[in-house]
Every structure is written in C-alpha cells, then in structure tokens.
C-alpha cells in the first residue's frame, strides 16, 4: 500500500515562510497535490503538479506557494511565502486514487 508521509510543518509568523514536504513510498505516475482543511471549513485543494510538471494553484495562494516535485525522490515540496492568518489549517500531501498523507497543521500567529 502506497504511504504518502508529510514533514515540515509547523508555527510561523504572519509574512514568514515554510516548505512542506510529502515523500511517497513508491513512485507515483500521477498528479500530487496538497489540500488544506480550516476548523469549521471545508478541506480545499491548494496546489497540484502533474507528472509532467503543470501545476494548478488555488487563488488564494498563487503568488506565494510554489509546488515542485522531485520525481528521483518520490517526494512533492510546498513552498509557502508571505504566510497570512488565514493560511493556517492542517495540510494534507494527496495524489488521485484517493492517497491521502496523515496531515501536518500550520499555524500562522503572532
């Protein structure tokens, strides 16, 4: 069974950074991606990368995540900048199946 495991979150200050990664327990030939989930809201698609490297971003974030890939590694990093409140919320590494990561929370506080 494919794991999808995430590392890298964690407590950060409005308009600090903080890079996300998920590494796979197998190659995945398919989009990966990162959802986020708010208490009360929601779970949203964030960002996504295909195989092939085209990305997607929510309009929320676009400008300040950035999603990339290491296929060598089985591994998709989220790049997050200029970190507001309402980024905070647990982030979840997916790819379509579903696959679904445990989830890591970010905290965006003062």
């Known amino acids: 069974q494919v794991q999808l495991v995430e590392s890298g979150g964690g407590l950060v200050q409005p308009g600090g950074s903080l890079r996300l990664s998920c590494a796979a327990s197998?190659?995945?030939?398919?989009?990966m991606g990162w959802y986020r989930q708010a208490p009360g809201k929601q779970r949203e698609l964030v960002a996504s990368?295909?195989?092939?490297?085209?990305?997607y971003y929510a309009d929320s974030v676009k400008g300040r995540f950035t999603i990339s890939r290491d296929i060598a590694k089985n591994t998709v990093y989220l790049q997050m900048n200029s970190l507001k409140p309402e980024d905070t919320a647990v982030y979840y590494c997916?790819?379509?199946?579903?696959?679904w990561g445990q989830g890591t929370q970010v905290t965006v506080s003062s």
């Open positions: 997916w790819s379509p199946g579903p696959l």
């Open positions: 990368i295909a195989y092939g490297g085209a990305s």
């Open positions: 197998t190659i995945i030939f398919n989009t």
